[in-house]
């Protein structure tokens, strides 16, 4: 199983990115997928996560109606669509997939998750 995130970079506060985790060596569709950021000397923390029927989603709050999690299992991708980008949002963002779990629910606990993606930088400058 290996996960490839990309689309991060730098990008003024109320603009947009869209970061995207790549997968391969499994079926996506058999999985639930989260999303993850670290800020600079935080803790890692939950974003979004997407069931693997897709039909839950759930959102920390602070990103609750500026961020929208999507899959597309055919291609076997994830993403991460950032609206109204704020300084505090700039992290380093994760992308984790589990096929533990009942089918419609979403992890919020890094714990739940077996695999992770590297990571990709997302700077939103003032």
């Known amino acids: 199983v290996q996960l490839q995130a990309s689309g991060g970079g730098l990008v003024q506060a109320g603009g947009s990115l869209r970061i995207s985790c790549a997968a391969s060596?499994?079926?996506?569709?058999?999985?639930?997928i989260g999303w993850f950021r670290q800020a600079p000397g935080k803790e890692r923390e939950f974003v979004a996560g997407i069931s693997r029927s897709s039909r839950a989603l759930s959102y920390t709050d602070s990103v609750k109606g500026r961020f929208t999690i999507s899959r597309d299992n055919v291609k076997s991708t994830k993403w991460l669509q950032m609206d109204s980008l704020k300084p505090e949002d700039t992290a380093v963002y994760y992308c984790?997939?589990?096929?533990?779990?009942?089918?419609?629910?979403?992890?919020?606990?890094?714990?739940?998750?077996?695999?992770w993606g590297p990571g990709t930088l997302v700077t939103v400058s003032s």
């Open positions: 060596g499994f079926t996506s569709a058999y999985y639930s």
């Open positions: 984790a997939v589990t096929a533990r779990g009942p089918y419609n629910g979403v992890h919020k606990r890094e714990v739940d998750y077996d695999y």
